[in-house]
């Protein structure tokens, strides 16, 4: 393969930042994911990327290599400006090259057509010499010391490991000036880990600049020359060496004392709800008691079995082992229309509004009304007049909108309102057992604190809530109780208020560091 | 954006003022046009797009394609005249059993849809061919000894005469219009129509039976096919072969000029009726034009990418 650009276009000067990013603003609908980041690496440094998640290190990074584009700020690769999208052979040719937390490789190519898709060998008249495909994909293999990896096979058969390999290989064949890595090693066993650490410090010591980002402090304080902390879609920090009690202080931030609502007076009644040995998706045998009147949190590192955990309590997906009980009865949940039925009364409440709960182009009403809609019906008519007046109260007790007509879209609420309204459609279930989802995500602070007493005040009314945040500062401040889950188990168990979320993310942190 | 006319309210509204035009050009044009003979025939041309065009409807509106129309059609017709062998005694049962040959169609496109996951374009396209082989086997290509029957008296009586001076299909074409309005504007079950259509993924964790819904609706889509097949015998005595033919076009092209995004979860039937109206209104205008038959081709599918083209571009406002 050849090189997509010569050493000799990197200036001498290490003066010269590799990657400049100033005041850069980005939205996703009426989520602000970046807002003011600014970001600088060297050529010849590796620099980790810090932040928890939602914190705005992922957007960052597609906008640093032009995947999409700012909507306010300057970010330059050597100098030059990067506007709007960059196509992927222009991104090239400005020596950037990305590996992406969710891989970009085609499932249903080989291996070598993958590692070789950009810039397949030609023959003559421009046409790709397909016998040419496997032996250069072998040598390409060969030089990064990973042919135990087999050119020919179908992508999506390799592990996840051996396809995160691959994305990895690929982007170092590219010989770039910057390389970027999401996340490489979190599919990554040990010894691979030490591969790609070594081949990142080669590329850091031929002049390169190397940015990643990693949920394992120990390899960002092996393998780091610089750290920048990210919160909240803006930088923190940026320093040679920062301890990781200071790195979780930065990460989760602290929030002014009196935000969160005092819980630890709240009542604690019987037991509503049973999950035993629960398994299915990445849940292995996980058994708790949920309590009338109780928040408990559910915390850990990102996907260690959280979602499933409320998706199968939700019945919308199947669980492989177990049993749930409720009110002391074992209850078999199939799909969402079981949970939700009054004797059951389960509700979800999902972290993607857009994808799992919302009806964008549907008015508030029709949103709201809709898991309630037999309730208000008769012989299979909507009772308006019923329906109207539910939602009103509802609007008005969650201050939805500002008092906007019930007939608007949706799709016009700012994401703050938006959340109140899949929250109004599940209060309106009257559900007993209420599985909040990260529900604070990408909702401005305002409407967080809003959400925080309404959880509150929801458990005060007897609700049993299961709730979990990405946030693991709300989990700390605003729970009974907090389980720790790790590779789909509980892995520990903290009596709340926690108040201190470092010690959750200690020890998610600690039991990662095992594995 | 003005809170009462919404996006979906100006399409419908687009597509009357649409009909509305070819008409009085029409009128201008051709002073027997505007006649009461002249537009009761456009109407009762319409009716017959409007029927098929209402089940085509209800499986867009989850985002579904139901391209079995032409075959359902033809098959009802065919065995609406074969089972009643034109006797008046045999008709209830005859339109029974030509109803439930269209709702078995659509049944088995909605649970292949639904329960097996093949494509919609997949499943209803297959149902076509089936039904098309079993009409050409059963009847022996129109040949069997049945096959000449032709329609009862009565129902040729009604569709061709009417009631009280007004054709029967356009009667039924109201009712039809009231039913789907009804439906999916005041019924839990339209409700879920539209967010099924929207968001399936939310509609699910919101206890929205998805897939009852969809196989509801293809179901629905198979029963108004064979209601067209039904009354296109009535009004014409006889069935023929590839009697359905031109009505997928027409359905689908009835539904996306009257303002339903063919991508699901959006669109009235009131703007199908405008659809529906607009098609005809076209053909017969450039029939009076005596516009030769490739150039009405031709202006017809110009005339839907034009409304089209207007849609696309009120939608990137929004």
Redesign the interface.
């Known amino acids: 393969m050849r090189p997509m650009s010569t050493r000799s276009e990197i200036p001498p000067s290490a003066a010269v930042l590799a990657v400049r990013a100033a005041g850069v603003h980005r939205a996703f609908g009426g989520v602000q994911a970046l807002r003011d980041a600014s970001f600088a690496a060297r050529p010849g440094e590796i620099h980790a990327l810090a932040g928890e998640n939602g914190a705005g290190k992922s957007t960052l990074i597609k906008v640093l290599c032009g995947l999409i584009s700012a909507d306010r700020g300057t970010v330059e690769i050597f100098g030059q400006q990067v506007r709007r999208v960059v196509e992927p052979a222009a991104r090239r040719r400005l020596g950037v090259a990305t590996a992406f937390q969710e891989l970009s490789l085609l499932p249903d190519l080989t291996v070598a057509e993958n590692l070789l898709l950009q810039d397949p060998p030609r023959g003559r008249l421009g046409l790709v010499r397909r016998g040419r495909l496997v032996p250069t994909a072998d040598t390409i293999l060969r030089k990064y010391g990973v042919d135990y990896i087999d050119s020919r096979a179908t992508t999506a058969d390799l592990s996840v490991a051996h396809r995160q390999i691959v994305e990895l290989v690929r982007v170092l064949a590219q010989e770039p000036r910057v390389v970027i890595l999401d996340e490489p090693t979190a599919a990554l066993p040990d010894r691979q880990v030490e591969w790609l650490a070594g081949h990142m410090r080669r590329l850091r010591d031929a002049g390169c600049c190397v940015i990643f980002t990693s949920h394992r402090w120990r390899e960002i304080e092996q393998l780091a020359d610089r750290v920048t902390v990210f919160r909240n879609g803006t930088q923190v920090a940026t320093r040679d060496r920062i301890s990781e009690a200071e790195a979780v202080t930065l990460m989760s931030g602290r929030t002014l004392a009196g935000t969160y609502p005092d819980i630890s007076a709240l009542p604690v009644g019987e037991t509503v709800l049973r999950v035993d040995e629960l398994a299915g998706g990445r849940l292995r045998k996980v058994s708790f008691d949920l309590r009338r009147g109780e928040i408990l949190g559910v915390g850990g590192l990102a996907g260690q079995g959280q979602r499933d955990l409320f998706l199968t309590l939700?019945g919308?997906r199947r669980a492989a082992a177990g049993t749930v009980s409720i009110g002391g009865e074992q209850v078999v949940i199939r799909?969402?229309?079981d949970?939700?039925r009054v004797g059951l009364g389960i509700a979800?409440v999902?972290e993607d509004r857009k994808?799992?709960?919302?009806?964008?182009?549907?008015s508030i009403r029709?949103n709201v009304?809709?898991?309630t809609?037999?309730r208000r019906?008769a012989g299979?008519?909507?009772r308006?007049r019923a329906e109207r007046s539910a939602v009103t109260s509802i609007s008005e007790q969650l201050r939805i909108g500002g008092g906007r007509?019930s007939?608007?879209?949706v799709g016009t609420l700012s994401g703050g309102n938006q959340q109140k309204v899949v929250m109004a459609?599940w209060l309106l279930t009257d559900a007993r057992i209420l599985l909040l989802f990260d529900v604070t995500r990408g909702v401005d602070a305002a409407t967080k604190h809003d959400i925080y007493q309404l959880v509150a005040d929801l458990a005060a009314q007897g609700k049993a809530i299961l709730f979990h945040s990405s946030e693991t500062e709300e989990i700390a401040n605003l729970c009974h109780r907090v389980l720790v889950l790790r590779e789909g188990r509980i892995s520990a168990e903290l009596p709340g208020p926690v108040g201190d979320a470092d010690q959750i993310v200690a020890a998610s942190l600690k039991e990662a560091s095992d594995a | 954006m003005n809170?009462a006319i919404?996006p979906d309210v100006r399409r419908v509204l687009y597509a009357y003022a649409v009909a509305a035009a070819v008409l009085s050009l029409g009128a201008v044009l051709h002073p027997g046009f505007a006649s009461w003979t002249s537009l009761r025939a456009v109407l009762v041309v319409a009716a017959f797009t409007g029927f098929v065009a209402a089940g085509q409807m209800l499986v867009v509106l989850v985002g579904g394609i139901d391209l079995s129309i032409p075959w359902v059609l033809n098959g009802a017709a065919i065995v609406l005249t074969t089972t009643s062998l034109g006797q008046s005694s045999r008709l209830p049962q005859a339109l029974a059993l030509a109803l439930g040959v269209g709702a078995l169609a659509g049944f088995a496109n909605g649970m292949g849809v639904a329960w097996l996951g093949v494509p919609a374009v997949v499943m209803t396209l297959g149902m076509n061919g089936v039904l098309q082989g079993l009409s050409l086997g059963l009847s022996k290509g129109l040949t069997c000894a049945s096959c000449g029957s032709y329609a009862p008296q009565p129902l040729r009586d009604l569709f061709v005469g009417g009631v009280a001076g007004i054709p029967a299909a356009l009667l039924v074409w109201i009712g039809v219009a009231l039913l789907m309005t009804v439906l999916l504007t005041?019924?839990?079950?339209g409700?879920?129509v539209?967010?099924v259509g929207?968001?399936s993924?939310?509609?699910?964790?919101?206890?929205?039976?998805v897939r009852g819904v969809t196989v509801a609706l293809y179901t629905l889509s198979g029963v108004f096919a064979a209601l067209a097949g039904i009354m296109l015998v009535g009004y014409g005595g006889q069935p023929s072969l590839g009697l359905g033919d031109p009505y997928l076009f027409e359905s689908i092209a009835a539904v996306v000029v009257g303002g339903v995004s063919i991508l699901g979860?959006?669109g009235h039937y009131l703007g199908v009726v405008a659809g529906s109206l607009t098609l005809v209104a076209v053909t017969t205008f450039l029939q009076a034009q005596r516009v030769p038959e490739y150039g009405r081709l031709m202006i017809y599918g110009l005339v839907i990418l034009v409304i089209l083209f207007a849609y696309g571009r009120d939608k990137a406002h929004d």
């Open positions: 939700f919308a799909r969402p229309k949970a939700i979800y999902p994808a799992e709960g919302l009806f964008l182009p549907l029709d009304a809709l898991a809609l037999s019906s299979g008519f909507v308006r007509a007939n608007q879209a459609r | 809170a919404t005041l019924t839990t079950f409700r879920r539209y967010a929207v968001n993924r939310a509609a699910f964790l919101s206890g929205v039976g979860g959006r």
